[in-house]
């Protein structure tokens, strides 16, 4: 079983200029996450998806961040325009379901200069 | 709000020694408990999991985690840490429909 891809796998740009992160799912999970992870913490959530219908964005940037879920199988987050503080790991998940454990991808780690 | 606490940022141990790193949660409910091992570059493998039942959750890898609700922990163990399990390993608690919050991680090292 394929497991979540993600793209690109890293990503350097300069302050004030937008980028934008894809994430595939395992087959048939409904449920897909983008967490950050900065460096020296733990992720934290950005935004859940259940479909194509958005469940939690409360930590979600939304004068930055902006993410998708077309016809309920891949995603995007964009970042415009992106800040130094921005630079991080940007994890994407994805479950069967909500309540059941989450699989995540390798990671898009941004370094924003 | 729920939160999990990784006392521990960083463990060394010896090969063969046995580990068992800290984690203790904040949460109103019954927690759903997760440990996550992650590799340098890449994402989070999970290793085992707690939903209800047996309070000793057996995982990959060898790992086991007990649940104590009197303690509100979930320490992962192992009795003899080989040199692949050098990595970083995040507890998280799970809630509001499987919303999982991490701790900040312990980073194992381990020395031959």
């Known amino acids: 079983e394929a497991g979540v891809a993600q793209s690109p796998r890293y990503k350097i740009i300069e302050k004030r200029q937008s980028v934008a992160f894809w994430c595939n799912p395992i087959?048939?999970?409904?449920?897909l996450y983008w967490y950050q992870q900065i460096l020296g913490q733990g992720p934290k959530l950005l935004i859940q998806?259940?479909?194509?219908?958005?469940?939690?964005d409360s930590q979600l940037p939304k004068d930055r961040f902006s993410a998708e879920r077309l016809k309920g199988v891949d995603s995007t987050l964009k970042i415009q325009p992106a800040k130094l503080e921005d630079s991080a790991v940007y994890l994407c998940?994805?479950?069967?379901?909500?309540?059941?454990?989450?699989?995540f991808g390798p990671g898009t780690r941004l370094t924003v200069t | 709000a729920q939160s999990v606490t990784q006392p521990d940022i960083h463990i060394t141990v010896s090969e063969g020694a046995s580990l068992e790193l800290r984690c203790n949660y904040s949460?109103?409910?019954?927690?759903?408990l997760f440990w996550y091992v992650q590799s340098p570059g890449q994402g989070l493998q999970l290793l085992l999991k707690?939903?209800?039942?047996?309070?000793l959750v057996q995982g990959i890898k060898g790992f086991e985690a007990e649940f104590k609700r009197s303690q509100s922990s979930f320490n992962l163990r192992k009795p003899s840490v080989h040199w692949s399990d050098a990595a970083e390993y995040f507890c998280?608690?799970?809630?509001?429909?499987?919303?999982?919050?991490f701790g900040a991680g312990t980073i194992l090292r381990v020395k031959s």
């Open positions: 998940a994805s479950s069967f379901h909500a309540r059941y454990e989450q699989y």
């Open positions: 087959s048939g999970h409904a449920t």
């Open positions: 998806f259940q479909n194509n219908g958005v469940v939690d």
């Open positions: 949460y109103g409910a019954t927690p759903y």
């Open positions: 707690y939903f209800s039942g047996d309070t």
């Open positions: 998280a608690v799970g809630a509001n429909g499987n919303k999982l919050v």
